[in-house]
Structures are given as structure tokens and as C-alpha cells.
């Protein structure tokens, strides 16, 4: 298999069975169907809330606004039945861990009953493919006790290639970028160290030779 979409796969973490959990989380990015996915596991009893996190970084894109407020706009239309109190904004953070931190003090601003504290023991992290298994691993570094279920939409290798290419984006570069931070970010502390597959580990190694 090809290098960069055995990597792809690997980033794009899922877990086969969700079972009904505490909160929903979109990682915002220009893509949405997060806000989507959101909205329908949501709907299916899934999650009791809704939380949006993302303001303007990367991923952003052309979207016109903060990525989490373009996703409650998109779930709005989307499902305008998901009552208001049901759906919490984060608009400020411009990275995986501000996500995780900014979320954690919107929550507690909203109902300190119902936050990572207290009250919410397990959620379903729902963002861009290929950078799932950060997502999921920087939760694990900040909050460990909560358990994370991964849900990001459902594609492939050539679609997500497809639809960053749309955006005048190159996939590949960003792929590789997520394998660093993986490799590196645990020893600053930014996330839980995860063991790197030894076939992806060695096209990592050749590639840094070039």
C-alpha cells in the first residue's frame, strides 16, 4: 500500500460501536460535515449536548467566520429541531490543545454541574479524518479520566485528497505534519504517547532523509 494512505488510514482512528455518551465534540476545520455527524449522532441519543470548539487557524480555510460558529450556523440548518441550550460555542482557540483547554472553560462557564470535571465522564470526538488520532490523544493527555470514543466522518484516501484539493490544499504535507506532532508532542506534553505502527515508523525515517 501506498505510503501516504496506509498513514491516512492509520490517522483516521475510528471506533466501530458508539455507545450513548455525555457530549459531542466538533474540531473545527473548514469541513461540514462535522457539524453534520454531530447533529445526527446527536439525534440518535448519542450525546445529550453538543459542544463546537474552533476559532481561526489551519483548517479554517475560506469559511467566513470562526470554525465552531459556522458549525452551529451549519447545524442550525441542519437540524433546527436541537434545541439552543443544547449546543455550546467555543470560538477562540487556534489549536488542538487551546481546543481541548477553551472547551474545558466554556463548559464550566455554562453549567459547572456538566463539564471534564464533573459530570461528564465520556464523549465522542468528531473531527477531520486525518487528524483524529491527535484529537483523541491530546484528550487523553489533558483528560485522562474521560473516556473518548472517535467518530470522524466517514470517507477515504482519495475523497479527503479530493476535498482538500478543492480548497487549494495539499493533503500529503499535512499528513506527515500530524506524524511529527505525534512522534514529538507527547515529550512537551501536549498529548499521550501513542506507539507508531514499525512499517509507518520507517517510511517516516526514509522520508526525513530525503
Not at 33 to 51: D, E, F, N, Y
Not at 120 to 144: C, D, F, H, K, L
Not at 145 to 160: D, G, H, K, M
Amino acid at each position: 500500500m501506498d505510503a501516504d494512505k496506509r498513514l491516512f488510514e492509520y490517522l483516521n482512528v475510528r471506533d466501530e460501536v458508539l455507545p450513548n455518551v455525555d457530549l459531542v465534540i466538533g474540531f473545527g476545520h473548514f469541513d461540514l460535515r462535522i457539524p453534520k455527524l454531530c447533529g445526527a449522532l446527536h439525534q440518535s441519543g448519542r450525546g445529550k449536548k453538543i459542544l463546537f470548539t474552533g476559532g481561526y487557524g489551519a483548517g479554517t480555510a475560506d469559511l467566513p467566520d470562526a470554525e465552531a460558529v459556522v458549525f452551529g450556523r451549519a447545524l442550525a440548518q441542519t437540524y433546527p429541531e436541537i434545541p439552543t441550550a443544547h449546543v455550546i460555542i467555543e470560538s477562540a482557540s487556534t489549536n488542538t490543545g487551546e481546543n481541548i483547554r477553551l472547551s474545558a472553560e466554556a463548559l464550566r462557564r455554562a453549567d459547572p454541574a456538566f463539564c471534564f470535571e464533573s459530570g461528564i465522564g465520556s464523549v465522542i470526538a468528531v473531527a477531520s479524518p486525518y487528524r483524529q488520532r491527535r484529537v483523541w490523544r491530546t484528550m487523553g493527555r489533558q483528560y485522562p479520566a474521560i473516556r473518548v470514543y472517535n467518530s470522524p466522518p466517514s470517507t477515504s484516501f482519495e475523497e479527503e485528497a479530493s476535498i482538500f484539493g478543492a480548497k487549494g490544499q495539499d493533503l500529503i504535507p499535512l499528513l506527515w505534519g500530524e506524524l511529527d506532532r505525534i512522534i514529538h508532542y507527547p515529550a512537551k506534553g501536549y498529548m499521550a504517547a501513542e506507539p507508531v505502527p514499525p512499517d509507518i515508523l520507517s517510511a517516516y525515517t526514509q522520508r526525513k532523509k530525503r
